[in-house]
Nanobody
Framework: QVQVSESGGGLVQSGGSLRLYCTASGEFFAFRTMGWYRQAPGKQREWITT???????FYADSVKGRFTISRDNRKSTVYLQMNALKPEDTAVYYCNEPSERDFDQVVQPWGQGTQVTVSS
């Protein structure tokens, strides 16, 4: 089992930037695919981006061109650089290990997430 902890959220204006951090505790981090998810008020949690241990990256259309996922295996950390933020990006952001069959499915327990609020 892998435990994750998210941080870096906050309040920003439209067009601003934030960098989120996900630290993981567990074995074989370098070989695990990791991803970011978010849940806006009144909506279901959605997958937004994934990075494999080999560096393969995928983005949802909603964040493509604005968000960048990266990882530092030495620090067991996954990053999410968010630029050109929009009010619709407001949500609680979570980190997890996705199923390689379906990125919408995860294989680890959910953490507390970190709140991102974008004002207009």
């Amino acid at each position: 089992q892998v435990q994750v902890s998210e941080s870096g959220g906050g309040l920003v204006q439209s067009g601003g930037s934030l960098r989120l951090y996900c630290t993981a505790s567990g074995e074989f981090f370098a070989f695990r695919t990791m991803g970011w998810y978010r849940q806006a008020p009144g909506k279901q949690r959605e997958w937004i981006t994934t990075i494999s241990g080999g560096g393969d990256i995928f983005y949802a259309d909603s964040v493509k061109g604005r968000f960048t996922i990266s990882r530092d295996n030495r620090k067991s950390t996954v990053y999410l650089q968010m630029n050109a933020l929009k009010p619709e990006d407001t949500a609680v952001y979570y980190c997890n290990e996705p199923s390689e069959r379906d990125f919408d499915q995860v294989v680890q327990p959910w953490g507390q997430g970190t709140q991102v609020t974008v004002s207009s």
